[in-house]
């Protein structure tokens, strides 16, 4: 490998928010380390990219979830990123006209008298669907089964009510203008990663672990692996003896939902409305997705789908997702919007071969399961990310707290087996 030692304390896989904050901890810590990623960057499901629009568009994690808690924010603050700190307005579009305030404080009282069945569910210990405990019909249960796609990755019937419930949200969510794929890319600026050097083995059979990528292999004393459970579950990586049963049930129970981002530019403000509103088109259609209209001002709308419709979404391919989104909009502003498109796109996660969907929800029956994708194998294979996370899955801090916790953990491990080996360069 290029840059990397043939013999290291702790190798780290995935150079997502996890295995960045994992790789730098170890670091800390006064261990070597080495850090391998299969993609060309760093980031993992945070990537914010320019080009297409000429602004930054984040094709990932777009959101500082419970912000005022969330480390990544102290990130931003010091180094002076631009953060919108209240949400614009929300609106539902209701087929001909917009939804007027009462009837919005009549889905909103829907809203919460189903998520506080849920929550109290999941409070009494029920690991039950979702779909069990919600209102079996009624004029927004359309819209609560679309937010709960969006909001889980899964539909409801494949939502757990404990894995809700176990969910810590503040409810104080921040937008980053120069994206959160930037914040992420800048925080992991300096740690020791190698690129397009994807793990396709980890021996951890003998004395020290052993990774294989086509750029050659590793020794280490310890791994942290980061990677989804999307890609623990594809085989990519061969474990050599194979991981534990229970392990690899684990990762079973806590597959990846589905998410995808479909964003439209257009050459004017076509919306008439303030900057960074939602809106929701609501008609006979039970499939939606929701916008972000205008966000800082930019002439765009970022639509977002979740569960199964995203998943059909994208298999139809990207001009058929670019054309949903387009559909919708047209049935909000008028068919003559689309004169105005300059450029779109939409994203593939599922398709990604080293992510392989959006983000986890535990399986009905499963969320303790989460605590078994979390614990070390043997004492040597640790694993770390938002799947492993009881309160914070599905975000970047929740992933970022893992991979400091799990190298924290190898530390300590490895100071109380013996000294650091001797081999390699630091």
């Known amino acids: 490998m290029s840059r990397t030692p043939s013999s290291v304390d702790v190798a780290v896989v995935g150079a997502g928010a996890a295995g960045l904050a994992a790789a730098k901890t170890v670091r800390q810590a006064g261990l070597q380390v080495a850090l391998l990623e299969a993609n060309g960057r760093v980031g993992g499901r945070a990537h914010t990219e320019r080009a297409t629009f000429g602004v930054p568009f984040d094709r990932g994690a777009w959101w500082l979830h419970s ?75 359309p819209l609560l089964r679309h937010w709960i796609a969006v909001t889980s990755g899964v539909d409801p019937e494949e939502a757990s009510t404990l894995d809700f419930a176990n969910y810590r949200d503040t409810e104080v969510n921040w937008r980053v203008k120069e994206g959160v794929g930037t914040l992420v890319a800048r925080y992991g600026a300096d740690a020791p990663v190698e690129l397009d050097a994807p793990v396709r083995r980890i021996g951890w059979g003998g004395r020290r672990v052993r990774l294989e990528t086509p750029k050659g292999a590793l020794e280490a004393r310890a791994v942290i692996v980061t990677v989804s459970t999307g890609v623990l579950a594809s085989g990519l990586i061969r474990f050599d003896p194979p991981l534990p049963e229970w392990k690899r049930s684990a990762i079973e129970a806590v597959p990846m939902g589905k998410a995808n981002r479909i964003a ?75 004169r105005r498109l300059v450029k779109a796109s939409a994203t593939a996660w599922e398709g990604d071969p080293y992510i392989r969907g959006g983000y986890t929800a535990a399986l009905p029956g499963c969320a303790h399961r989460r605590a078994d994708l979390a614990a070390p194998v043997d004492g040597r294979l640790l694993f770390a990310g ?41």
């Open 264 to 338: 439209l530019q257009f050459d004017r403000d076509v919306f008439g409305l303030p900057a960074n509103s939602s809106a929701t088109p609501f008609a006979s259609a039970p499939e939606t997705l929701s916008f972000q209209l205008r966000p800082f001002g930019w002439n765009l709308a970022a639509g977002y789908v979740g569960g199964r419709l995203s998943s059909a979404l994208e298999r139809a391919g990207e001009n058929a997702m670019i054309d949903f989104a387009l559909e919708k909009l047209k049935g909000i502003f008028g068919a003559g919007i689309a």
């Open 67 to 141: 912000a005022d808690i969330n480390p990544l924010s102290e990130f931003a603050r010091a180094w002076g990123f631009t953060c919108l700190r209240r949400r614009g307005s929300r609106r539902v579009f209701l087929g001909e006209r917009w939804a007027t305030p009462g009837e919005l404080r009549e889905r909103t009282a829907f809203y919460d008298r189903n998520f506080d069945a849920i929550h109290a569910a999941g409070r009494a210990g029920r690991d039950a669907p979702v779909s069990e405990v919600i209102e079996a019909d009624g004029r927004w249960r």
């Open 386 to 426: 938002e799947a492993t996370s009881k309160e914070f899955y599905s975000t970047l801090h929740g992933a970022y707290l893992t991979g400091g916790a799990a190298a924290e953990e190898a530390a300590r491990a490895l100071r109380a087996a013996r000294p650091p080996a001797s081999g390699g360069k630091r």
